[in-house]
């Protein structure tokens, strides 16, 4: 028993823990592949692309879209904006694609940080 509680509260502690900073493969819903970083913790998490493309994994068509900020209950969030995420070819222009300052997302998920652990 105390192993099976041992086993237990060490898992809720890697819960806890920020995303591993290492190269990771993500898939897509028709079997294509990109490689990325997880980054974030349990209050807040997303996939930086090698290009440096925020992306969050939209639970509807199964994809990692680019991501976007919106207003949710009076509160910014970091969202899928439902344009998938594909690595283009070189010389491809991305001009219509939603980009997220690096420093806004800090704020942001500092923000959620600071108000989900006080609760």
Do not use: C
């Not at 060490?10 to 190269?23: I, N, Q, R, T, Y």
């Not at 079997?31 to 980054?39: A, P, T």
Request: aromatic share 10%; proline share 3%; charged share 25%.
């Amino acid at each position: 028993m105390k192993l099976i509680l041992l086993i237990a509260s060490l898992g809720m502690a890697l819960w806890a823990a920020p995303a591993a900073p290492m190269d990771m493969d993500f898939e897509q819903a028709d079997g294509s592949s990109f490689r990325g970083n997880l980054i974030g913790d349990e209050y807040m998490h997303w996939v930086k692309s090698k290009k440096g493309d925020i992306l969050m994994y939209n639970n509807k068509t199964k994809n990692y879209d680019y991501g976007t900020i919106k207003k949710i209950n009076n509160a910014d969030e970091l969202v899928a904006s439902g344009i998938k995420y594909q690595t283009l070819k070189y010389g491809t222009r991305t001009t219509n694609l939603p980009k997220i300052d690096n420093k806004v997302l800090r704020q942001l998920w500092k923000k959620k940080r600071e108000t989900l652990s006080n609760h």
